[in-house]
């Protein structure tokens, strides 16, 4: 789909959702509120500047709008559901933090469920634009693809969820080389592609066979260009990779990578990273301000040594950093080299109720802070099990790629605690090697509430 056409269709999505939140603030207002004075006016103002940015930066962060969301209604609709209730619980939150009493709250639970029906009926409305483009002829390109193959198939499915603006026609490839029952209609020969993308008025021909393969695509190639149709190549990669690869640009050098890494965009390191220190500064501020004292105490109490637990791990680039525990074992030579496991007799009997509690690894908060942890990534490994590990599990050092977490997706996956056997790193590194791949904020913010409530159901490998 037109790339331009996209960012129209993402500008009238976001601007019908701001319109629609606005119009359910002014309307609930006119209607619970009666003669605003100068003394409110400021705090009604403070709401609707709270309500207006929350949801765009919401929306921003969590991808409501992104091209991939907007062109499938499911994953539109879902997005927005998961985006509107985060949203409210952070309205929760502002009044609760601000302690604002001047805004009615009748006009607030009115302007709450007044937008949400209008995200309702913008989702139907969105509906309807789209079947709307799709009767516009203008708006479409009818294409042909030249053979049938894998990547013709892969093609074809792609246009039918994705093209907006796009209508297959069919296949040009010889019938008998066909053995199934195809998706589209087989058009013609090679030999006769031109002349029946004249009479179907074809604007594209997408070409899965290569000039590499079959001399005469470059004679096609000047005859579609003769005819102002666009002629386009799709070259099938796997002749030249036994796996699947990322093709980038430099300008006009490809550039091929063997995985996807969201965050080696910049625009995603700086959401991740405005995440990381929003959640570890209230983390600090409510919670380590009392913790450290009251937890520190019962530490000293029970056995003799430092309230914090230090030690060298391996984090992103391989680099070594000092990794913050609170103290949960008595002071030991084997700290540095010798995992915790089930009824280890280091564990104090403090330690062993903030160790099930996951409330020793609060003070990498502060490692998060420092840029040298993330909330959620692969858990960082002491540098002699880093060491041990990339020897037995192959592509154990890509996960060095990202910086390491306080939780992450093996994690919440079940894969923590003591590793007795190589197959149980395996499935930690392949679990840290997907979310490395699939990495967006709303990953983020579930791998997040996962570990809240496995800490409050039991999980049977914190010891």
Not at 247 to 264: A, M, N, V
Request: glycine share 4%; hydrophobic share 45%; proline share 3%.
């Amino acid at each position: 789909m037109n790339k331009q056409f996209k960012r129209y269709l993402q500008f009238t999505l976001i601007a019908l959702d701001l319109f629609m939140l606005n119009l359910a603030f002014f309307i609930s207002k006119m209607i619970f509120d009666q003669g605003i004075t100068t003394k409110f006016f400021s705090a009604y103002l403070a709401f609707w500047l709270f309500l207006n940015t929350f949801w765009v930066i919401l929306s921003f962060i969590l991808g409501s709008y992104t091209e991939r969301v907007i062109l499938h209604f499911e994953s539109f609709t879902k997005r927005t559901v998961q985006i509107y209730i985060i949203w409210i619980v952070f309205l929760f939150f502002y009044l609760f933090f601000s302690r604002e009493t001047e805004v009615s709250r009748l006009f607030i639970l009115a302007t709450i469920i007044a937008f949400g029906t209008a995200l309702l009926f913008n989702r139907f409305l969105y509906v309807g634009i789209k079947h709307f483009i799709r009767r516009q002829d203008s708006l479409f390109n009818n294409v042909i693809i030249i053979g049938y193959n894998e990547t013709a198939k892969k093609l074809a499915e792609y246009f039918s969820e994705e093209g907006i603006n796009t209508h297959l026609l069919g296949f040009v490839e010889d019938p008998k080389n066909v053995m199934e029952l195809s998706p589209y209609p087989i058009l013609c020969g090679m030999d006769d592609v031109i002349k029946v993308s004249k009479e179907l008025d074809v604007q594209e021909i997408y070409c899965t066979i290569t000039p590499e393969q079959n001399d005469s695509i470059y004679t096609l190639m000047r005859e579609a260009e003769n005819e102002v149709i666009r002629f386009k190549v799709v070259p099938n990669l796997s002749f030249f990779f036994s796996k699947p690869v990322i093709i980038d640009y430099i300008k006009d050098l490809p550039i091929l990578s063997l995985r996807s890494e969201p965050l080696e965009d910049v625009g995603n390191r700086v959401k991740k990273r405005a995440l990381d220190v929003t959640v570890s500064l209230l983390v600090c501020i409510f919670f380590l301000s009392w913790m450290i004292p009251l937890l520190g105490l019962l530490i000293l109490i029970e056995s003799r040594g430092p309230i914090f637990f230090s030690q060298m791990r391996t984090g992103k680039n391989n680099k070594m950093f000092k990794c913050y525990k609170f103290r949960s074992m008595t002071v030991n030579k084997d700290s540095d080299s010798v995992q915790a496991t089930k009824n280890d007799r280091r564990v104090t009997k403090i330690g062993k109720i903030i160790r099930k509690t996951s409330l020793d690894e609060f003070p990498q908060f502060f490692n998060v802070l420092k840029g040298e942890m993330s909330l959620v990534g692969p858990r960082p490994h002491m540098v002699k099990h880093t060491n041990d590990y990339s020897k037995i599990v192959d592509q154990y050092m890509i996960r060095q790629f990202l910086k390491p977490g306080i939780t992450g997706w093996a994690q919440v996956n079940g894969f923590r605690g003591e590793i007795s056997n190589p197959k149980q790193i395996e499935l930690r590194v392949k679990h840290d090697l997907w979310y490395l791949e699939n990495w967006n904020v709303w990953l983020d913010l579930r791998i997040m509430f996962l570990t809240v409530y496995n800490v409050f159901s039991g999980e049977k490998n914190a010891y």
